[in-house]
């Protein structure tokens, strides 16, 4: 099977703490989603996909935009619909009980810019997930993904890959 590349949008996509200068200068535009100023790039998807293709990594939308990221961000960047981890809020337990469901076992690397903000729920995610590859990677919401991003998971990917 092959190992899940899961994406947030708010952030790692939409680099929604960096100032309007800079999105502008990187290429990102902007666009009003329902009543949001979204900022987006078109070199995200051709990207993401090459990088799961050549690394046999099936990309999964891992957003509380849930559904609403294949209707309104996907397309915009370039990325085919995609499947749709659901989070079914009932509260507020962020994003780890539904991605330990969906997951169910696969190894699977995470762009996320949030992780630091639910230090208790990680810890209990990655100790649910021991001896099964997991790349928690935190993307800046200044910059959103870089490419220097990817490099770096594919440093780690493939060693772990080469220990198997």
Do not use: Q
Not at 38 to 50: C, S
Request: hydrophobic share 40%; net charge negative; with cysteine.
């Amino acid at each position: 099977m092959k190992t899940l590349l899961l994406l947030d949008v708010d952030g790692p996509l939409n680099p929604y703490a960096s100032s309007n200068r800079i999105r502008k200068s990187d290429g990102y535009f902007k666009y009003k989603i329902e009543g949001f100023n979204v900022w987006l790039n078109d070199e995200h998807g051709p990207m993401l996909l090459k990088f799961a293709a050549e690394n046999d990594l099936e990309l999964v939308w891992a957003t509380t935009w849930e559904h609403k990221a294949n209707e309104y961000i996907g397309w915009r960047i370039g990325l085919p619909e995609l499947p749709v981890i659901e989070f079914g809020f009932s509260g507020y337990n962020w994003k780890t009980d539904a991605i330990l469901e969906y997951a169910a076992g696969r190894e699977l690397i995470w762009l996320d810019d949030d992780f630091r903000r639910f230090p208790e729920e990680m810890d209990a995610f990655k100790l649910k997930r021991a001896g099964v590859y997991t790349d928690c990677r935190i993307i800046s919401p200044k910059d959103g993904i870089l490419a220097s991003d990817l490099e770096a998971v594919l440093v780690d990917l493939n060693e772990h890959r080469n220990d198997k």
